[in-house]
């Protein structure tokens, strides 16, 4: 694992917390609201809302949300995650699994998202022909770095659960 992902994951562990905001806890993550109901969201929508962050270069926080045209979304990455996808709020990276399936690695999509109990990216396509090294978009931390697109390595990528979101379209 390189240095820049174990940060990306110690940065996301603080995810795994409840997610709303306790009243005279300052380290509670905070709620940021959209929608009334999770969006249907097609795989296109999922990397163009994605790149509007990496376009506009969003801080890393987990005490702070950002707002465009897709919403307003805790600037985390499981934030990340749930604003790519259109939920009603930021989740957290154990609460992803409730709007989303499990699938198996091979048949990841773009839009797609990787998910441990520490860290979440947007999955945006397959660097090689064996489907073991993914290219991800992730919001990582934890000193307000903006989100990246990478490529993880394939020992990386088995430490996550592929996960499909409930409403994405397929295009």
Excluded at 7 to 30: E, K, N, R, S
Excluded at 104 to 120: E, F, I, M, S, T
Aim: glycine residues 4%; negative net charge; hydrophobic residues 30%.
């Amino acid at each position: 694992m390189s240095t820049r992902t174990l940060i990306a994951v110690l940065a996301c562990t603080a995810a795994f917390q409840a997610p709303a905001h306790a009243a005279g806890d300052p380290d509670a993550l905070i709620t940021c609201g959209t929608t009334a109901e999770d969006r249907a969201t097609s795989r296109d929508e999922t990397q163009t809302r994605s790149r509007s962050w990496l376009d506009d270069q969003v801080p890393y926080s987990q005490q702070a949300c950002h707002r465009n045209d897709y919403g307003d979304y805790r600037t985390d990455c499981s934030g990340y995650v749930s604003m790519a996808w259109g939920l009603t709020h930021s989740r957290t990276t154990t609460t992803l699994r409730d709007v989303a399936t499990e699938v198996p690695r091979a048949d990841l999509r773009p839009g797609d998202a990787l998910v441990n109990a520490n860290h979440a990216a947007l999955f945006v396509r397959w660097a090689d022909e064996a489907k073991s090294e993914p290219v991800v978009r992730e919001q990582t931390g934890p000193d307000g770095e903006p989100p990246v697109e990478r490529k993880w390595t394939a020992d990386t990528a088995n430490t996550y659960t592929p996960l499909r979101y409930y409403k994405v379209v397929e295009d």
